[in-house]
Every structure is written in C-alpha cells, then in structure tokens.
C-alpha cells in the first residue's frame, strides 16, 4: 500500500515541465544533480505509529498489516538532507511542533553551516507551511540566490509531488521501516536504548 496525494489535473503538466527543466538543467551542466540538496521532514512516534504518508508495503499478496494507533503516544520530528555523496543530518527537533521560526533555527544553526563551504548548492524543499514562512523565504534567498527549490520559489517545486524527492521517498521510508521493525522487536537492551537516541 502506498498513500500519496491526489494528483490535479493541472499538475501533470506542471511534473512535466519541471522534469524537462532539470533534464535540460543537467545536459548544460554534468555536475548540476550533484549540487541539489534534497531535503524532508518526518515524524517518528515511540509508539511505533508511522506517517502513512511515508508508509510503502510491497508485496504480491495483500499483507494484511494492521498497525494499532495510539492517542497522543511521544514523538520526535526529524529532519534529514541528501545529497549525491553525503547525508546532512538527521535533525532532531526538540519542540513537538515545527514553526517557521524552529525551521529556520534549524537551517541557521544546524544544516546551512554543513554545506555552506560547498559552492552553488541548490536547496530543495517541499512546500510545507514551516519553509514557506516569509522570515524562511528570505534566508533562502540570501543563502542560496535564485538557487533553491520549493513551492514559487525561484525554481518553482511541483505540487503534491514527494515522489521526486529522492529524501521523502527513500531515506524516510527506509528510516521508518527501521524504526517500525525496531518497535515490533520489543527486545530492549542498553544497547537498543542508544539505537532509539540516535
């Protein structure tokens, strides 16, 4: 099973022309993909319960999984960077809740310092209400001029499109997919204890 956002008709085109864009993007320039930081957020419940957003079951035969949900059970939001060869971060979030103001204390403080020897990145994020704060926006633009990627950003990101964010469809459902296997184990040591911190 895998839960994803409707797509608009007029989205289509909209996928389209961004993919044309960043074939031609990359046929100007070998090296373009390898600049672009592909960036998502997650939230992980100690529960065990998973984002269904980011939930993805294969099989041939319908599993049958059943998850029991647990009300206001502890979680922690967790953002994370990809690049070609190298990972930024993760990133924990102490508060419950992230705003536009812990977003940008987070790139300020945590995830620009890491890349910001690396000349003409592109940043790439979706465009959730945190990063499309206008205190945000205009970091982005300071840091990155007419170099990131998100909702009218400078290079505008497709709607309702995680799917061509290599972050939100790889790295989280694979973090998850630990996570839940961790949970499901129910063996906990010491040593699982600094597994779950980390």
């Not at 930024?88 to 403080?109: H, N, R």
Request: proline content about 7%; aromatic content about 12%; some cysteine.
């Amino acid at each position: 099973m895998q839960l994803v956002q409707q797509l608009k008709p007029s989205d289509l085109s909209i996928r389209f022309n961004f993919a044309v864009d960043m074939l031609h993007r990359i046929d100007v320039d070998n090296d373009f993909l390898q600049r672009i930081i592909f960036t998502d957020e997650a939230t992980f419940h100690v529960s065990g319960h998973i984002n269904k957003h980011n939930t993805r079951i294969w099989g041939s035969e319908n599993p049958h999984f059943i998850i029991e949900t647990v009300r206001d059970s502890p979680k922690v939001n967790v953002w994370c960077g990809l690049m070609a060869d190298r990972v930024i971060g993760p990133f924990f979030f102490a508060e419950s809740t992230v705003t536009k103001e812990v977003y940008l204390d987070m790139l300020q403080l945590f995830a620009i310092p890491q890349i910001s020897h690396i000349p003409n990145i592109f940043w790439q994020q979706d465009g959730a209400p945190p990063h499309w704060g206008k205190i945000v926006r205009s970091y982005l633009d300071t840091q990155f001029p007419q170099r990131w990627i998100e909702r009218d950003g400078p290079l505008a990101w497709p709607p309702r499109s995680p799917d061509l964010n290599s972050a939100g469809f790889f790295l989280v459902g694979i973090c998850q997919g630990q996570s839940l296997r961790f949970e499901n184990n129910r063996h906990y040591t010491a040593q699982d204890t600094d597994y779950r911190s980390h």
